[in-house]
């Protein structure tokens, strides 16, 4: 037998048993497109699967995130471009998320601007001939989509006729409920717009919950419509265009951690992806909080806001001058450009830190964090009571778990003054009911871990692939329901018309 036909006939064994996976994302979020990777590489370590990644960055930092080993990789251009010439977003992700509020004015400003981030990608995945032909001639098995790629991702999947499931690194109910099926009650659960738990809202509250679900929809609803017309002269756009569609949907978080929401078997919960272990964490760090003299370490970190970001001077004294209070203390305090004049001697400042193996050592007291969903998950993980110091979007309900189950603290931005700071850290010091639910809780989690399934999303990745055509039996309607039978108006209706009738 020849070279040559060695190498075909390995190359067709090869392809005969490897899946290949799609991975998509769109995100603002460097935590999102990790979160994906990290779900694709555990498939491909196991040398079953090929990893393809489709990404239409938003931000430099996610066009310049590396691929990981052995993945493919395609950019879509144009949306980063797009997005490069705008000047809302660099500012939105920068200093403006220190603004004490978020302003309807920033809301609106956003999308007028964002409109072509979302159509972008479609454009893209189905003009650009490179891309498309990939998607079309390369038979990928499954598609694994970042549920804030916005519709053309799931578009693209279509395009290329595969099936695709959601992975989705927040736990925004609207949408899983969307994606999964499932129906959400707009009074108690909680939207982005009103960040309470539901025992804790009042009649204005729901009200407002309820209008914000329903803008949700409605915007839902507008982006297929729209995204259906610009794409009008595509024979297969009614198909292409049909909203998200009901299907699988992977979360980045923990039922022990939800508020009461419905749910279906079409949610997986993954949340327990515990990658303790594999970074180190420096010794200059190490040297700093080993310190005998230190009582604990705090660990400080704003993700986005302090590493692509920027916090703004004033806020970085307040916090620098609240932590020299605590001189017994150690903190590490994740920032890019720290000036010299607020250094102290139980801050050590550093562009990037291990954080789960951080939250994992034996002094770490406390975590102050943005509140994003991978920051929550890491320090439940490892037992570490928070303060949340919410930005945007999920980070508010997140934190709000967090408080409401007595795991930490909230401090807004609005609130933000180095006295507060320091009253929420002796608060934390003093109290030990946080600590010890803290650690309650990461037990129950970790008790769980033996039954590894309930977690493995590569376990659940490859059951969806082997039972992939089957999966409109778990997969309910619920979430198509119509707002008439939705809020039980039709119901009221007949109640009524009787009373009317029997009157
Ligand atoms: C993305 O755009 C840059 C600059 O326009 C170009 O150099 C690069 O090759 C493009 N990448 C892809 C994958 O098209
Ligand atoms: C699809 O893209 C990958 C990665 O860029 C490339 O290796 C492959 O050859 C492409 N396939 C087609 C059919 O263009
Ligand atoms: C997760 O499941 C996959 C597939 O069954 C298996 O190969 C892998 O070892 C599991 N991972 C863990 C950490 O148990």
Redesign the pocket.
Known sequence: MSIASLIVLIVAIHSVHSVHLLVGSHSMSLSHVKLTFDVAEDMQNTGRHIV?EIRWPVMKVIADYPARKGF???LLNKTYEHASKLDFLPAMIDDSGWKKDDGIVDILKMFKGAWPLLSLPCEEALEAE??A??LT??GYNLGILDPFSGLCGAVAMRSGKFPFVVLSPLVEPFTLGLVAGFPVPYSYVMSLTVAKADHEMNLIDRSANVLGHSFFRFFMWLQSYLLAKQFADKSDAAELFKGFGNTMVFTNSHRFLEWPIPTSLARIDIGHRDTHGEDKIPKEILDFIEDEQSLGTIIFSMSTYTSSGKMPEEVMSMFAAAFAKFSEYRFIWRIHDFPSELKAKNIHTVKWIPQTELLNHKKTVLLITHGGQNSVLEAINAGVPMIGIPMMGDQHPNIERVRTRILGLRLTKSELTEENIAKKIQELLQNQIYTTNAKKLASMLSTERSFLSHTNSTWWLEYTLRHVNQLGWIIPKGADQGYLVHFGFDILGVFFLCSLLLS
Do not use: A, G, H, I
């Open positions: 393809t493919r990789s395609l490179k891309v032909r990939n001639s390369e």
